[in-house]
């Protein structure tokens, strides 16, 4: 089935560190996207990638960096320098950057210890 | 820059009708995308609309005005599993890259 995945599902951070959460799709899309959802409000952008190689910061990109080596990949690295990390992590992927519709991965709920 | 407005909660009974609006100020305006979100789950995609009118898929249905900058979602026959948030999306094209801008949500609670 094609699709995008999203792994761990829960994620634990101590202080000081970096986590990676990791976003996979085989839908064969150029375009793929991170955002951020805390409780009970909207989604917010972080980063996104329109293509292989290359990639611009979101809205909330302080404190987070991304690679987009391959077209299936695109992981999120929330460093110690995000403060406030506890959130729900959405990634999305769609067919060009410039298309409407977004697939979206089950999330990662990322929490500090 | 960009800002979308939509009602934060509303509240409707099964087999109801219900309206969730969505006001946006972007520039570039290429058209309204509406996403539903049920809890702890990812975001789908419902509708999109480029040109002003209405857009019915079964007992969901979208609305816009480009000349008012404005939009709705409307839900007939409510069901319980529509008990969910509702998002509606732009583009923004500032900063020479187009990104997709959501708006804060509607949660929409159905109740028997």
């Known amino acids: 089935d094609g699709g995008i995945t999203q792994s761990p599902k829960y994620l634990f951070r101590k202080e000081g560190q970096n986590v990676t959460l990791s976003c996979e799709q085989n839908?064969?899309?150029?375009?793929m996207y991170w955002y951020r959802q805390d409780p009970g409000q909207g989604l917010r952008l972080i980063y996104y990638?329109?293509?292989?190689?290359?990639?611009q910061k979101g809205d909330i990109a302080e404190g987070y960096s991304v690679s987009r080596e391959k077209k299936e990949s695109f992981p999120l690295t929330v460093t110690s320098a995000q403060k406030n990390p506890t959130a729900f992590y959405l990634c999305?992927?769609?067919?060009?950057?410039?298309?409407?519709?977004?697939?979206f991965g089950s999330g990662t709920q990322l929490s500090v210890l | 820059g960009q800002s979308l407005e939509q009602p934060s909660e509303v509240t409707a009974v099964e087999g109801a009708i219900v309206q969730i609006n969505c006001t946006y100020q972007?520039?570039?305006?290429?058209?309204l995308s509406w996403y539903q979100q049920h809890d702890g789950g990812a975001p789908t995609f419902l509708s999109y609309n480029a040109l002003d009118g209405l857009e019915e898929t079964g007992r969901f249905s979208s609305f816009l005005s480009r000349s008012d900058s404005y939009g709705y979602l409307l839900l007939q026959e409510l069901q319980m599993k529509d008990s969910a948030s509702y998002f509606c999306a732009v583009r923004d094209f500032s900063g020479g890259y187009n990104k997709l801008i959501f708006g804060a949500g509607t949660r929409l609670a159905v109740h028997p």
């Open positions: 999305a992927s769609s067919i060009s950057g410039g298309n409407e519709k977004l697939f």
């Open positions: 972007t520039s570039g305006f290429y058209g």
């Open positions: 990638s329109q293509i292989v190689n290359d990639f």
């Open positions: 839908l064969n899309h150029d375009a």
